[in-house]
């Protein structure tokens, strides 16, 4: 009854921009935060970047200043634009929406969800 959609993502060299979005769907009625993380091979997943239903942001020191988080009015889409990518910016990148309010047939439910991941390689 939620589903978190992504789009972007893909190969780059060191300097260059990509951007991500990320839609939630479904029955929802409120979303109060939603955002970006990353996981790379043998490391914990790390948050990249969130926003809240105040428009609060949260940014990792490591992309502060390069990456810019963005949301639509009644958050239900974010965009993470990444500029001067690094090559340790590579990795997968998942978008969560966390405090999720859905409609179902028993009445209003919550929880948190994932997107299924988007890869970003930068090279050399």
Same mark, same amino acid.
């Given at each position: 009854? *939620?589903?978190? !959609?992504?789009?972007? &993502?893909?190969?780059? @060299?060191?300097? /260059?921009?990509? +951007?991500?979005?990320?839609?939630?769907?479904?029955? *929802?009625?409120? !979303?109060?935060?939603? &955002?970006?993380?990353? @996981?790379?091979? /043998?490391?914990? +997943?790390?948050?990249?970047?969130?926003?809240?239903?105040?428009?609060?942001?949260?940014?990792?020191?490591?992309?502060?200043?390069?990456?810019?988080?963005? +949301?639509?009015?009644?958050?239900?889409?974010?965009?993470?634009?990444?500029?001067?990518?690094?090559?340790?910016?590579?990795?997968?990148?998942?978008?969560?929406?966390?405090?999720?309010?859905?409609?179902?047939?028993?009445?209003?439910?919550?929880?948190?969800?994932?997107?299924?991941?988007?890869?970003?390689?930068?090279?050399?």
């Amino acid at each position: 009854q *939620v589903q978190l !959609v992504e789009s972007g &993502g893909g190969s780059v @060299q060191a300097g /260059g921009s990509l +951007r991500l979005s990320c839609t939630v769907s479904g029955t *929802v009625l409120t !979303v109060t935060r939603m &955002g970006w993380y990353r @996981q790379t091979p /043998g490391k914990q +997943r790390e948050l990249v970047a969130t926003i809240n239903i105040g428009g609060h942001k949260d940014i990792a020191d490591s992309v502060k200043g390069r990456f810019t988080i963005s +949301r639509d009015t009644a958050l239900r889409t974010v965009n993470l634009q990444m500029n001067s990518l690094k090559p340790e910016d590579t990795g997968d990148y998942y978008c969560g929406a966390g405090g999720v309010i859905y409609n179902t047939d028993d009445g209003p439910r919550s929880g948190d969800y994932w997107g299924q991941g988007t890869q970003v390689t930068v090279s050399s």
